[in-house]
């Protein structure tokens, strides 16, 4: 005999469970939680080289970086002198929140105060994933359309933020500011915008001002 | 491409709620158009993942979630069955959504079942 159950369960459930428990280990620690995705190129880890040299002025830092093969990403921030941990998805197109929970064993996160996560290359996968982050933000760059955000909805709609870069390559790109604006806030009119350059360093200040900012006012609640 | 992990998680918490001996016949999904899943992807991936488990010979209807979107502009609301972000009645790109983010495991059908796992108390079951 056949029966049927009626279930309604969320099928990330296991994901979601575990990224709550990611940010109330966070929150318990006060460490303050940025996620960064994009396309692969955009320059997440350029964004995050430029930021980290002003950030850690002020707050001490850390990153998680994940990719599908190789350290190459970590030892950049390594350099930097930031403490860093790579997580290798061996293939997997996302990062999940279990990933997160095993990389933070090997990151002393007790006296830091704020935390990177560097997602897999891909606008796409990392958008059904709760990481546990309290700030997510999605990058997008002059050189790749100002339609992604319709391209890649589920991405653009679950950031706080929306960093364009390679504004710098302005004059030789047809990549008209004012429409990506317009695409980005129609998928999600609450959206904050930054422009920035990771090579003149344009915009960068004012992207971690705002950074610094959210970090205090989530302290301060 | 995350489809495989989604069907990953899809099989793990169908064999959560599949009664020991039971063979499930079949899986119905439930995805929000906002998701950026693909339903063939999620077939293509279910057929290939099912092999060895309770789901092996089952098969899945993925049904796609009408959108329920209103227009900041002109007022109206909608039922779309494509992602559009411009409102049909008045031109404006002022949508708001009120859905579209399901990924939603609705019922399984099991051969044989004599009960549920504790995990779905809250569940009905209908001969």
């Known amino acids: ?221 | 491409m995350h489809e495989a992990s989604i069907v990953e998680s899809l099989l793990d918490l169908v064999v959560q709620n599949t009664p020991g001996s039971a063979r499930v016949r079949r899986v119905d999904v439930r995805v929000g158009l906002l998701t950026g899943v693909s339903p063939d992807s999620l077939q293509l991936y279910f057929e290939f993942l099912r092999e060895g488990t309770v789901c092996d010979g089952a098969e899945m209807a993925v049904t796609l979630q009408p959108l329920l979107a209103h227009c900041e502009n002109c007022g109206t609301d909608h039922t779309l069955r494509e992602v559009d972000w411009v409102c049909p009645a008045c031109g404006q790109g002022a949508l708001t959504f009120r859905n579209g983010d399901e990924l939603h495991l609705e019922s399984i059908e099991v051969d044989n079942g004599e009960g549920i796992h504790a995990g779905a108390a809250d569940s009905q079951a209908q001969q």
């Not at chain 1, 428990?21 to 955009?42: H, I, T």
């Not at chain 1, 001490?60 to 390594?78: H, L, N, Y």
Request: negative net charge; charged residues 25%; hydrophobic residues 40%.
């Open chain 1, 1 to 221: 005999m056949a029966k049927v159950f009626t279930l309604e369960q969320r099928i990330l459930k296991r994901n979601s469970e575990v990224a709550e428990e990611n940010r109330r280990g966070f929150d318990a620690q006060g460490v303050f939680v940025v996620s960064l995705a994009s396309s692969p190129g955009s320059g997440k880890t350029s964004l995050l080289e430029k930021s980290l040299a002003l950030l850690r002025e002020e707050l001490s830092v850390g990153v998680v970086e994940g990719d599908v093969q190789t350290d190459r990403d970590a030892r950049r921030i390594e350099a930097l002198g930031v403490p860093v941990v790579q997580v290798v998805t061996n293939g997997t197109c996302h990062l999940d929140a279990q990933m997160v929970q095993g990389a933070l064993a090997h990151l002393e996160t007790g006296r830091m105060e704020l935390l990177f996560i560097e997602n897999v290359g891909n606008l796409v996968c990392p958008a059904a994933y709760d990481l546990g982050e309290h700030l997510r933000i999605v990058l997008s760059s002059t050189t790749e359309g100002e339609d992604k955000p319709l391209k890649y909805p589920a991405m653009f709609r679950r950031s706080q933020a929306m960093v364009l870069n390679k504004i710098d390559l302005l004059p030789y790109v047809p990549f008209d500011l004012a429409e990506a604006r317009t695409m980005a806030l129609r998928v999600n009119p609450s959206l904050e915008i930054f422009e920035t350059s990771c090579t003149t360093g344009a915009g960068i200040p004012e992207f971690c001002q705002w950074i610094v900012q959210k970090l205090s006012e989530t302290s301060a609640a």
